[in-house]
């Protein structure tokens, strides 16, 4: 089992860069798939981007791709998504997720979620 804990969340001007980070606890981080999601208010949780356990692969949502990038320190057991030339529509909770075998879009196949930061971009 594997508890997620993220932070660096805030508020920010449309432009701007912002990382977050999600500390596991547990030995066997190293073996899990990560993924980040986000979920604007009345709107389904949606996919932003996944790792694999080693880093090697890496996969992200159209709507983030070439701004977001996904990384991950096994040694410090955190997985860490820095978003840069943020957006007003990319205002929403973000959750980082695990997974021992999946490492895909879809929320419903990971097993383990943190509580979410808050991630607001102004105009």
């Known amino acids: 089992q594997v508890q997620l804990v993220e932070s660096g969340g805030g508020l920010v001007q449309a432009g701007d860069s912002l990382r977050l980070s999600c500390a596991a606890s547990?030995?066997?981080?190293?073996?899990?798939?990560m993924g980040w999601f986000r979920q604007a208010p009345g709107k389904e949780r949606r996919f932003v981007a996944s790792?694999?356990?080693?880093?090697?692969?890496?996969y992200y949502a159209d709507s983030v791709k070439g701004r977001f990038t996904i990384s991950r320190d096994n040694a410090k057991n955190t997985v860490y998504l820095q978003m840069s030339s943020l957006k007003p529509a990319d205002t929403a909770v973000y959750y980082c997720?695990?997974?021992?075998?999946?490492?895909?879009?879809?929320?419903?196949?990971?097993?383990?979620w943190g509580q979410g930061t808050q991630v607001t971009v102004s105009s």
């Open positions: 997720a695990a997974d021992n075998g999946y490492s895909g879009a879809s929320a419903l196949e990971y097993d383990y």
């Open positions: 547990g030995r066997t981080f190293s073996t899990y798939n």
């Open positions: 790792i694999s356990w080693n880093g090697g692969s890496t």
